[in-house]
């Protein structure tokens, strides 16, 4: 899923991604979307299913990898 900037940057919501690890299923999201993505990685928080994760995470078929751009607000 993405959310914010990230969502700007892919032009949806969600996709379907394979990967066997979470860094596989984001790098393999960059290879899809670009280099605008690519930008906002760095800043992005990574979850899967709702928890943080790191990117040696292994990810199953029904699993969610989340990007969380920063937030802000008042």
């Avoid at 979470?22 to 990574?46: H, S």
Wanted: hydrophobic share 35%.
């Amino acid at each position: 899923m993405f959310f914010g900037p990230a969502r700007d940057a892919t032009g949806t919501r969600a996709t379907l991604v394979e990967g066997r690890t979470v860094g596989d299923v984001v790098a393999a999201t960059v290879e899809r979307y670009g280099e605008e993505l690519a930008r906002l990685l760095p800043t992005c928080r990574v979850w899967l299913n709702g928890d943080p994760t790191t990117p040696e995470t292994p990810v199953g078929q029904k699993d969610e990898v989340a990007l969380l751009p920063p937030v802000s607000g008042g």
